[in-house]
């Protein structure tokens, strides 16, 4: 995904020639490819050996060459477990589970708040428990699990914060 992290290995390639169905160029336990093709539409295929996500696209190349790169979607388990109700500007403990890719991050925000704009958050490499210092405004938050390089959360925790 945009923003994601580039895979290094593991990753089983097979284009086809756009017409035929024949494979033309197949490699495996590698992360990005470099490979002469003929100029034409080909179909490209890419499978993660860890756990067979796939992706699909289509190169077109010219004489020029060409540049793919295929989304792997996955999903990242998470979970977040907090108080339902705090006080306004408290620090509570916030445990969770999750990926903990560098400058991952546990963070509150306001419900209809984007994933780039949280009020307080601590990382996730601090450990479970976190630390985590809720705002000073009473009202309805979200306690979020952001995954820093796509700004994607993966788990969401509603708490109500009191006077």
Not at 126 to 140: A, H, M
């Amino acid at each position: 995904m945009k923003g994601g992290p580039t895979i290094q290995e593991g990753l089983h390639w097979i284009v086809r020639h756009g017409a035929t169905g024949e494979v033309i160029f197949e490699e495996k336990n590698t992360g990005s490819i470099m490979a002469e093709i003929p100029a034409g539409v080909h179909d490209v295929e890419v499978i993660r050996m860890t756990d067979q996500a796939r992706a699909t696209g289509e190169l077109v190349l010219t004489p020029r060459g060409a540049k793919l790169m295929l989304p792997l979607i996955t999903e990242y388990p998470a979970t977040l477990k907090a108080p339902e109700v705090a006080v306004a500007g408290e620090t509570i403990r916030v445990s969770w589970s999750g990926p903990n890719y560098k400058s991952d991050h546990i963070a509150v925000y306001e419900p209809d708040d984007n994933n780039h704009k949280n009020i307080h958050y601590t990382y996730t490499s601090d450990g479970s428990p976190v630390r985590l210092k809720l705002p000073e405004s009473p009202g309805v938050y979200e306690i979020r699990y952001v995954l820093n390089s796509s700004k994607q959360d993966l788990s969401r925790h509603k708490i109500e914060i009191t006077e």
